[in-house]
């Protein structure tokens, strides 16, 4: 841990008074040991956010018509990849080898697409199912200019050796209430991407293959996610949070600069999800800080939650993202599930 990530703790671990008395995941919807081999014919193609759909028309193993539908990478996240709209056409026969899902038996997550003409396309491999994304290029600096926190952002890969996510600590401390909440949410159900909501600033900066991008507007910095076409706002010119702030997912934020690195605290937060399956209350509060790595010019988030009613101590984690020079794309959700077909 350097420097200015143990100062930053330390901060954290300062303002926290105690209060006495796990992107939804690939694995929590498929199975990856489970690879299915569809032979049809495409019916349909939903080309959108949070996920693409594509309907295969075939026939089970008893002789009966059936409708497949395969869950693809969202539309923001395809284009990346150089595809659009054209990329199944509707009558072609296809074959697709993919993943079959936990909770549907005509439900699969797309692997590979075999087309009529010999080609192919591949979304996520079948050997180690690890989902291919888009390369992505390091915007170029001008000479002799140094990395800032300001610029285009973007994920570096999806496992956890390229997914620039650090380990989370403190979640080991939950608490009774914190259990209890848990307990009652669905991991699939109850993801905010599929609501078409954001859900938390922590899971707006590690969507893979979305972009963040990251301005100074005077006494502001805007921060711009992608993922659910959030716009955070950090106000430079406040020291506190104003008390008739409405609450929501990503919270108010007031902010600070110590040197280069930007120090955000958030605050006025509804009920919700940090990431993954850590929930929170409307009491929480959130402290991350922006940094660029002296060996790899990355964007490094750190970040640190307080909430004492689900956790005894912070939660913490980290978040690097690389430089990229792609162009910010719109993501325009759709909160809609498949169509389902008899």
Known sequence: MNTSSKLFLALVLASFIPIASAHHGFSAHFDSSKVVRIEGTIKRFDFRNPHGYLYIDTIDDAGEPVVWVCDLQSRSQ???????????????????????????????????????????????????????????????????????????????????ETSGRGRVTGNDSIT?????????????????????????????????????????????VIIYHESMDVTRTVHLDMHEHPSDIPPSEMGHSIGHFDGDDLLIDTAAFSTGVLVRSILHTDQMVLHERLSITEDTDRLHIEWAMVDPAYYAEPVTGSQELHSTNRELIQYDCVAEPPIGYE
């Open 78 to 160: 395809l284009i990346r990849k150089g595809a659009d709209e054209t990329l199944f056409t509707v009558g072609e026969s296809i074959v697709v080898e993919g993943f079959a899902a936990r909770r549907d038996p005509q439900r699969c997550e797309f692997g590979v697409g075999y087309f009529a003409d010999g080609s192919s396309f591949v979304m996520r491999s079948i050997d180690e199912a690890s989902t291919q994304f888009a390369d992505n290029k390091a915007e170029a600096l001008p000479e002799g200019a140094d990395r800032t926190i300001f610029g285009t952002w973007i994920r570096p890969g999806l496992s956890d």
């Open 176 to 220: 009774a209430a914190g259990e209890a909440a848990v307990a009652a949410f669905d991991p699939i159900t109850d993801q905010p991407s599929i609501h078409c909501k954001p859900g938390s600033p922590v899971r707006s900066w590690s969507p893979p293959g979305l972009a963040t991008s990251i301005h100074q507007d005077r006494d502001k």
